[in-house]
T-cell receptor, first 112, second 115 residues
Framework: SQQGEEDPQALSIQEGENATMNCSYKTSINNLQWYRQNSGRGLVHLILIRSNEREKHSGRLRVTLDTSKKSSSLLITASRAADTASYFCATESTSGTYKYIFGTGTRLKVLA | SAVISQKPSRDICQRGTSLTIQCQVDSQVTMMFWYRQQPGQSLTLIATANQGSEATYESGFVIDKFPISRPNLTFSTLTVSNMSPEDSSIYLC????????????FGSGTQLSVL
């Protein structure tokens, strides 16, 4: 399967704590993106990191990328109950046709 | 940013019938994609909808089962043909402007149940 792997599959934390989820992928990439999905419907783009970048921040989000290990991590700081959702990474490969392949996802539950 | 309208939002269909899902983008986009998401799972790419030519299908998906149209830069349809209960899933339309904005925009999805 081309799909990337994410871990953990599920994560439950208390409000105010930080949440870290990891994504590993298999091919060389142009960029990697993180998305959030509430209630199994449309996804919302969170952040994009390019292959020549190592770290990026957006509000309470911090993304890192290690192309040598083919892995990325998403850190959500000071989590809120509203952050409860599924989080997916998506990669654009450098080879083949232009498309985005999604990771297996992490289900995050933030307890109030 | 692009806004994507997808319909129907849900449907319950009988085995052996077909359903066409429509995806309308509020601006011209270069790329449109169709994904399937089975309950509790990730998104699996079905195909890339190419404007004016045949769609590019991923391994495991064929045109006879999932015919796709893209007559212009703002509209696409996905048909799920000769449905079986295994086709019960959420189908998601996605789009972006390759080269200008790699961010993917998504429709709200079509939840399909096949009896």
């Amino acid at each position: 399967s081309q799909q990337g792997e994410e871990d953990p599959q599920a994560l439950s934390i208390q409000e105010g704590e930080n949440a870290t989820m990891n994504c590993s992928y298999k091919t060389s990439i142009n960029n990697l993106q993180w998305y959030r999905q509430n209630s199994g419907r449309g996804l919302v783009h969170l952040i994009l990191i390019r292959s020549n970048e190592r770290e990026k921040h957006s509000g309470r989000l911090r993304v890192t990328l290690d192309t040598s290990k083919k892995s990325s991590s998403l850190l959500i700081t000071a989590s809120r109950a509203a952050d409860t959702a599924s989080y997916f990474c998506a990669t654009e490969s450098t080879s083949g046709t232009y498309k985005y392949i999604f990771g297996t996802g992490t289900r995050l539950k933030v307890l109030a | 940013s692009a806004v994507i309208s997808q319909k129907p939002s849900r449907d319950i269909c009988q085995r052996g019938t077909s359903l066409t899902i429509q995806c309308q983008v509020d601006s011209q986009v270069t790329m449109m994609f169709w994904y399937r998401q089975q309950p509790g799972q990730s998104l699996t790419l079905i195909a890339t909808a190419n404007q004016g030519s045949e769609a590019t299908y991923e391994s495991g998906f064929v045109i006879d089962k999932f015919p796709i149209s893209r007559p212009n830069l703002t509209f696409s349809t996905l048909t799920v043909s000769n449905m079986s209960p295994e086709d019960s899933s959420i189908y998601l339309c996605s789009a972006n402007d390759r080269g200008l904005n790699e961010k993917l925009f998504f429709g709200s999805g079509t939840q399909l149940s096949v009896l």
